[in-house]
C-alpha cells in the first residue's frame, strides 16, 4: 500500500500490474473540471458545434500519439520520466527540462486547486479557501501512498465518472437542441486550426508523466499495449470533457465561463447538485495527484544529479520520505497560490502556462527519437545516475537542438502574450507545434548518426 521507491531503478521482483490500468488512470485524470474549461476556449475562438469537435477531435487523436508513445519506456526501463532526460541531455544537464516541468506541476495544481476549492466550498458551505485546504489535503494523503492506491483510485473514479457523466451529456444533449440558438456562422480556417494546436498540445503537454505510471509494469510488457491503453484513455476522456465545455459555451457561453464549476453542479438539479459537487472534487484530486507526485519525482532528479555521493545515497534511500516532504511543501505553495488567486492571477498564471507548453515539445520530440529512433531502447541505467558516465554531465549537442527547436516555434506562435509575425500571416492559426516536433527530432538525428548506426549494428 506504501510505495518505498522514488526515482531509482524498479527491479523484476518488484514489478506488477497490467497495462489495462493506464487506460484507466489516464481516463480518470482526464474526467474533470480543467478539460471541460479547455473545451469552452472553443466558443471563444469562434468555434460552432461541427468545428469545434472537428478541432477537438483532430487535436487530441493526434497529440495522443505523442503523449501514449512515452509509456513504453516505463516497463522497460523502469524508471520515472523525467530522469529519462539524463541519456539526451546528460545528468546535469537535464535538469533544465526538470526544472521547467517542476513550473509546469505547480502551475497546473494552483490552477486546478481553485476549480477543486469551488467545488468543495458549495458541498460544504465553507469559504473558498478552506473549500481549497480540503481539496488539497484530500490530494496530499493520496499522494502518501503513492504509486499503487493512485491506480486503484484512478480505476475506481472511472466507473463513477463513466456513469455520471453520461448522465450530464443526456442532459447537455438535450438542452442544446431544445435552446433558439442564432444559426452557426461558418468557422474561419486559422481558427479551426489553432484550435487543434490547442488540443494537440493538451496531449503532447503530459508527456512529462506519462512513464511514472508504467515503470512498475513488468519489463516484458507490450510496447503496444501499454502505448494503446495509455493513448485510449486519454484521448477518449480527453475528447468527451472537452466536447461537454464545447456544448456548455454554446449554450451559456456567460455561465459557464463564469463559473464552469457551479454550472455543471446544476445540471442534474438541485437535488443532485451534491453528486454533482462531488464527483467534480473526486476528478480535481485524481488529476493534482499527478501533479504532487510528478513534482517529488522531477524534485528528486534535480537534488540526485550530483552522483553517487552520500548524499544522493541518502535520496535514493529515503523516497518514500521525499515524496511526502517534497509532495507537502508543493501542496502548500499550489495551496497558497490558490487562496490568493484573484481574478487577473488566474488569466496571468493561464497565460504564462500556455507559454510554458511550448518547450516541452521539442523535449517530448528529443526524447522519443532517441528511444524509438537512435539508440533504439538500449540504455545503460547505471550511467544514468552517473554524471561521468557514458551520457556525461551535460550534453552540449543536444542542448543546442532544444534551445533551436525552441527558437522555430516563436514565428510560429500564437498565445495571449505572444503571436509570432508567421501565425499573424496565418490569420493566427498556431502550427508551431507541428515544427517543434519536426525540427528537433531531424536535428537530434543527424547530431546523433554515429550512435544511430551503433544500434541498428546490434
Do not use: C
Not at 431544445?178 to 489553432?194: E, F, N, S
Amino acid at each position: 500500500m506504501l510505495e518505498r521507491r522514488a526515482i531509482e531503478f524498479i527491479p523484476e521482483s518488484e514489478r506488477h500490474g497490467k497495462p489495462a490500468s493506464l487506460f484507466t488512470l489516464w481516463f480518470s485524470a482526464n474526467m474533470q473540471m480543467t478539460t471541460v474549461a479547455t473545451g469552452l476556449v472553443a466558443g471563444s475562438l469562434g468555434l460552432g458545434l461541427v468545428s469545434g469537435l472537428a478541432a477537438i477531435i483532430l487535436g487530441n487523436v493526434i497529440g495522443g500519439i505523442f503523449m501514449a508513445y512515452h509509456a513504453a519506456q516505463g516497463p522497460k526501463l523502469g524508471i520515472p520520466q523525467m530522469i529519462q532526460s539524463r541519456a539526451q541531455f546528460g545528468v546535469i544537464g537535464a535538469n533544465l527540462p526538470v526544472v521547467l516541468v517542476i513550473i509546469l506541476y505547480v502551475g497546473f495544481f494552483t490552477l486546478s486547486a481553485v476549480l477543486g476549492g469551488e467545488a468543495a466550498a458549495h458541498l460544504f458551505g465553507v469559504p473558498q479557501a478552506i473549500g481549497i485546504v480540503i481539496t488539497d489535503a484530500a490530494t496530499f494523503l493520496l499522494l502518501i501512498f503513492g504509486y499503487d492506491l493512485i491506480h486503484r483510485y484512478e480505476r475506481i473514479m472511472a466507473l463513477v465518472f463513466l456513469i455520471v457523466f453520461a448522465i450530464v451529456t443526456i442532459v447537455l444533449l438535450r438542452t442544446y437542441i431544445a435552446a433558439p440558438l442564432a444559426p452557426a456562422k461558418p468557422a474561419p480556417l486559422a481558427m479551426i486550426v489553432l484550435g487543434i494546436s490547442i488540443y494537440a498540445t493538451w496531449q503532447i503537454t503530459y508527456a512529462p508523466y506519462v512513464a511514472d505510471y508504467s515503470r512498475y509494469l513488468p519489463a516484458n510488457t507490450s510496447f503496444l499495449r501499454s502505448s494503446a491503453y495509455t493513448y485510449a484513455g486519454s484521448v477518449i476522456a480527453s475528447i468527451w470533457m472537452m466536447a461537454l465545455g464545447l456544448l456548455a459555451g454554446l449554450i451559456a457561453s456567460k455561465a459557464a465561463n463564469a463559473d464552469t464549476t457551479g454550472y455543471f453542479a446544476s445540471l442534474l438539479g438541485a437535488s443532485w447538485t451534491w453528486l454533482m459537487l462531488l464527483v467534480i472534487l473526486f476528478g480535481i484530486i485524481g488529476a493534482n495527484v499527478l501533479n504532487l507526485y510528478g513534482t517529488a519525482m522531477s524534485v528528486a532528479t534535480v537534488l540526485t544529479s550530483g552522483g553517487d555521493t552520500g548524499f544522493t545515497r541518502t535520496i535514493l534511500a529515503q523516497g518514500m520520505a521525499l515524496r511526502v516532504a517534497v509532495g507537502a511543501a508543493a501542496a502548500i505553495i499550489g495551496s497558497a497560490l490558490a487562496i490568493g488567486a484573484g481574478g487577473n492571477f488566474v488569466g496571468a498564471m493561464t497565460n504564462f502556462l500556455l507559454l510554458l507548453l511550448y518547450v516541452f515539445v521539442p523535449w517530448t520530440a528529443i526524447n522519443l527519437t532517441d528511444f524509438y529512433l537512435v539508440r533504439r531502447a538500449r540504455y545503460d541505467i547505471k550511467a544514468i545516475y552517473d554524471p561521468r558516465g557514458i551520457y556525461g554531465a551535460i550534453n552540449w549537442k543536444t542542448m543546442a537542438v532544444y534551445a533551436i527547436g525552441i527558437l522555430v516555434e516563436i514565428p510560429f506562435m500564437n498565445a495571449d502574450l505572444y503571436e509570432g509575425p508567421i501565425a499573424k500571416a496565418l490569420g493566427g492559426a498556431d502550427i508551431s507545434w507541428i515544427v517543434g516536433l519536426i525540427v528537433p527530432s531531424v536535428l537530434y538525428i543527424l547530431v546523433n548518426r554515429r550512435i544511430t548506426v551503433q544500434a541498428v549494428a546490434r
